[in-house]
């Protein structure tokens, strides 16, 4: 499947004009630009410290971490993966790297699910645009994805999206 999406940053900027501020502030953007926020999750409601020093492994230190957080990893990457997939099949994308302002044009559900793997693992953070759709989002450390949003009405389809993939809403 092949999408042609928008490549340069004066077209991203034209939609999220955020995106060209200093820095990506998540209480501008609720504030100023009216975005609302949910957090998407692989675990089933928020961890306390002590939940999230047995259950997180970032990737960077997998190796350090037993057989059980690898395995817990590795599964939980590919629900997020699921999920990309899913919204990836049914919208536009636009990737961006919002250190450097790198735009991806993904040609291939392979190139997407490529490049938010490195995401998740890491290498190179990816935020993902929705520009059709004014949605932003934002991958965690700690196998979270923040979804920020204008209109309410147009997530319903991310939202059957989080729960075919085994994810789960945190409130």
Do not use: Q
């Amino acid at each position: 499947m092949v999408k042609k999406l928008i490549k340069n940053k004066k077209d991203i900027i034209s939609i999220f004009p955020f995106l060209n501020e200093e820095e990506f502030y998540e209480d501008r953007l609720i504030g100023k630009y009216g975005y609302n926020k949910l957090v998407i999750s692989v675990f089933d409601h928020w961890l306390s410290e002590e939940e999230a020093d047995k259950k997180i492994a970032s990737f960077s230190t997998l190796e350090m971490s037993g057989s059980d957080r690898k395995s817990f990893f590795f599964e939980k990457e590919n629900d997020i993966l699921n999920f990309y997939k899913l919204i990836f099949n049914n919208n536009l994308l636009v990737g961006i790297n919002t250190e450097n302002f790198s735009v991806y044009d993904f040609l291939s559900e392979s190139d997407f699910l490529n490049k938010c793997k490195e995401s998740i693992r890491e290498i190179e953070f990816l935020t993902l645009a929705l520009p059709e759709k004014k949605v932003i989002l934002v991958g965690t450390y700690d196998l979270n994805i923040v979804l920020y949003f204008l209109d309410k009405e147009l997530i319903k389809n991310i939202l059957n999206s989080i729960h075919k993939s085994n994810l789960f809403l945190l409130k």
